[in-house]
């Protein structure tokens, strides 16, 4: 009987390779995201720029500077709690792999 049951350096190591192949997985989600989250970034500040480039007065530049600023301070919090969350739970999914929970 060499099954993980009553195995226990089986289990382990089946428990290592399901931790493995989980963190891969979601090390692949967590830079997806990040990527989504520059795309996003990138895309808000070209329209930002555009609408400056078209904007009548300085007064406008300035008010379209500052909306942009504000909504991407508010961007950005959203995206650091996006990307904390993934790694948050890419830490509990690593340990309870590890620990035959997951």
Not at 12 to 17: G, K, N
Not at 40 to 47: S, V
Not at 67 to 92: N, T
Request: proline share 1%; hydrophobic share 40%.
């Amino acid at each position: 009987m060499a099954d993980s049951d009553s195995n226990p350096a089986a289990a382990a190591t089946e428990r290592m390779r399901a931790a493995g192949s989980a963190m891969t997985e979601q090390g692949s989600q967590l830079g997806l995201t990040i990527l989504s989250q520059a795309e996003a970034n990138t895309q808000e500040a070209f329209r930002a720029m555009r609408e400056a480039a078209q904007a009548s007065d300085i007064n406008e530049v300035m008010r379209i500077q500052s909306d942009y600023l504000r909504d991407q301070g508010a961007r950005s919090m959203s995206q650091a709690r996006e990307v904390s969350e993934l790694i948050a739970q890419f830490g509990r999914n690593a340990i309870g792999q590890m620990t035959g929970r997951g």
